[in-house]
C-alpha cells in the first residue's frame, strides 16, 4: 500500500503540474488585453502599459509562466490587483472559514443521507421509500440561494432566533458568534447535498441487498442488523465514498452562492469579487488551490478503497 500511495502522490503532483498549464494557459487564451479589460476602455495608454509591467504582461509568456511556476512552488502566487495584498494571504485566511462551512456541511449531509438511504432500501417500493425519494428530489431541484433566503426568514423572522445573517468583521476573534454565523449557511449547503446522497445510499444499499452472499447471510440465521451493518453497508460505501471525495471538493465551490446571500466572507464571495473585478492572479490563484483539494481528495478516496474492500488490489 506504501509503494501504491508514493505512485498515486507523484501521479497527483503530475496533476497539479497540468493543472498549473492549464490554469496559466486559459488566462492566455482570453480575448483582448487583460490590462485593458481590468482599467477600463477609458484607460490611457500609458496607465495600460504599468499595469502591464506590473502584472509581468509584457514579458515572454514562458518566462511568465516559469516565474510564477517558481512562485508556486515556494508559496507565493503572486499580488492581488483587487486587494492589493499576497493572494497566498488573502486565500489562507478565507480558507479559514469555507473549510469550517464544507467539512461541517458534509457531515451533516452524512448523517441525514446514511440513516434515510439505508431506510428507503430496507423498505423500497412502500410509503416511507416513496417519501424519501420525493423529500431529496424537492431539495435538489430547490435552488440554494431561495432555501438560504427561506431559512433567514423562518428562523430569524419568523421564529425570532438570535443567529446573524452576517458573519463578524471580528472573525474568529469572537468564536461564539462566527460559529452562530455558520449553522444557517451549514444547514443550507448540508440539506442541498444530502438530498443527492440520499439516493445514491438508497440505490447502493438496495443493490448490495440483492446479492447472493446477502441471501446466503440471512439463510444462516444471521440477524438483519447483522447483514446490514457488517455485510450490506460495507460494500455499498464504496461508491458513496467516492462522491463524498468528489461532493467535498464541489461544495468549495457550491459555497459561492451560499456564502454571497449571508455575507460570509469566505472562498466563495472572493472567487465571486475576483471574477468581478477582473483580478486575473486571483482568479488564477483560486483556481489552482481548489484544483489542488479536488487532486488530494481523489488520492485520499483512492487509499480509503482498500481499508472498505480488500478485493481491491495495490499492485
Keep these: ?168 468583521i471580528e472573525g474568529w476573534g469572537n468564536p461564539e458568534r462566527a460559529l452562530a454565523a455558520l449553522v444557517l449557511p451549514v444547514l443550507t449547503v448540508g440539506l442541498a447535498s444530502a438530498s443527492f446522497l440520499v439516493r445514491l445510499v438508497r440505490g447502493s444499499v438496495l443493490e448490495v441487498l440483492q446479492q447472493d452472499y446477502i441471501r446466503t447471510a440471512r439463510a444462516k440465521g444471521l440477524s438483519e442488523r447483522v447483514v446490514l451493518y457488517k455485510h450490506a453497508l460495507r460494500n455499498a460505501s464504496l461508491p458513496v465514498v467516492t462522491v463524498l471525495g468528489l461532493e467535498f471538493a464541489n461544495l468549495l465551490i457550491a459555497t459561492v452562492v451560499v456564502e454571497t446571500v449571508f455575507g460570509i466572507p469566505g472562498l466563495g464571495s472572493l472567487s465571486l469579487t475576483a471574477i468581478s473585478a477582473r483580478d486575473y492572479p486571483l482568479v488564477q490563484g483560486l483556481v489552482l488551490v481548489i484544483a489542488a483539494f479536488i487532486v488530494l481528495m481523489n488520492l485520499l478516496v483512492d487509499l480509503l478503497y482498500g481499508l472498505l474492500d480488500p478485493r481491491v488490489s495495490y499492485g
Design 1 to 168: 500500500m506504501l509503494s501504491y500511495a508514493l505512485r498515486r502522490l507523484a501521479l497527483a503532483l503530475v496533476t497539479l503540474w497540468l493543472a498549473t498549464l492549464l490554469v496559466f494557459g486559459a488566462l492566455l487564451l482570453i480575448p483582448g488585453n487583460p490590462a485593458q479589460a481590468i482599467l477600463g476602455l477609458e484607460a490611457t495608454p500609458e496607465d495600460v502599459a504599468a499595469l502591464e509591467a506590473r502584472l509581468g504582461l509584457d514579458r515572454p509568456p514562458l518566462e511568465r509562466y516559469l516565474g510564477w511556476l517558481g512562485g508556486v512552488l515556494r508559496g507565493d502566487l503572486g499580488q492581488s490587483i483587487r486587494y492589493e495584498q499576497p493572494i497566498s494571504a488573502l486565500i489562507a485566511a478565507r480558507l479559514g472559514i469555507t473549510l469550517p462551512i464544507v467539512a461541517a456541511s458534509l457531515l451533516l449531509a452524512t448523517l441525514i443521507a446514511v440513516p434515510l438511504g439505508i431506510l428507503a432500501a430496507r423498505r423500497a417500493g412502500s410509503l416511507v421509500d416513496l417519501a424519501v425519494s420525493l423529500g431529496a428530489l424537492l431539495g435538489i431541484v430547490l435552488p440554494s440561494f431561495w432555501v438560504g433566503l427561506m431559512f433567514i426568514y423562518i428562523f430569524i423572522v419568523w421564529l425570532k432566533l438570535p443567529l446573524p445573517t452576517s458573519f463578524p
